[in-house]
Each structure stands twice: as structure tokens, then as C-alpha cells.
């Protein structure tokens, strides 16, 4: 299921001409979070600011697993950012927080 759910993302990627930033050069978790950090800078309003939760993020059945912690002067709250080995983002949701990107520019599960 999570190989036809990333050749899913990269059809879309492909199709729509719209990268966005889903695919990144990605060799370990640390990268993975900055790979997750700098596409939700990208896909979020700006007056967001990010943080790692470290205590769950992790790496498990071949996939980064990220998940950011979000603020702005009106809400708390969090992203969560799957990332494939190859360093394709093909899971993304920030709950609740408002994205600054047309239909099909983003990859996205909320």
C-alpha cells in the first residue's frame, strides 16, 4: 500500500508540472526533519512557527516518520511528515493551519 500510495504522489507530482518540494535529498532522520521543516515553511502562512518533536519522530518500516510542532499568536499545534527513504514526502498534514498554495500544488491528507 505505501509503494502505490508514493507512485500515487509522484503521478500527481508529474502530471499537475507542481513539485513543491516533495522529493529532497534525504541519507538519515536529521535530514528527513529538515527535508519536513523546510516544505512546511514552504506550504504554510508564514506566521507559523516550527519546531521538532523529538520525543516522536523516528524512523520505522523504512520510512522517516516527522512531527513538527506548530505555533502562531492563535493556535498550537502540530505537523505530521512521512518521508520515504528514496526522500519523497508522501505523507503531509498540518491540522488546522491554513496552507498558502493552489489546488494542486500540495500533497496533502487534511
Known amino acids: ?28 532522520l536529521g535530514e528527513a526533519i529538515q527535508h519536513c ?4 515553511k514552504k506550504v504554510l502562512i508564514s506566521d507559523v512557527v516550527i519546531s521538532v518533536d523529538q520525543l516522536s519522530t523516528r524512523e520505522q518500516g523504512g520510512y522517516y516518520k516527522v512531527f513538527l510542532n506548530l505555533d502562531n499568536q492563535h493556535k498550537h499545534g502540530y505537523a505530521s511528515c512521512e518521508v ?3 526522500g519523497l514526502i508522501v505523507n503531509y498534514s498540518a491540522p488546522g493551519f491554513h496552507k498558502n498554495t493552489g489546488a494542486f500544488s500540495q500533497f ?3
Open 84 to 86: 520515504d527513504m528514496s
Open 108 to 110: 496533502s491528507n487534511n
Open 1 to 28: 500500500m505505501r509503494t502505490l500510495q508514493a507512485l500515487a504522489a509522484a503521478l500527481v507530482m508529474v502530471i499537475s508540472g507542481c513539485d513543491q518540494g516533495l522529493q529532497g535529498d534525504v541519507r538519515d
Open 37 to 40: 521543516r523546510e516544505y512546511s
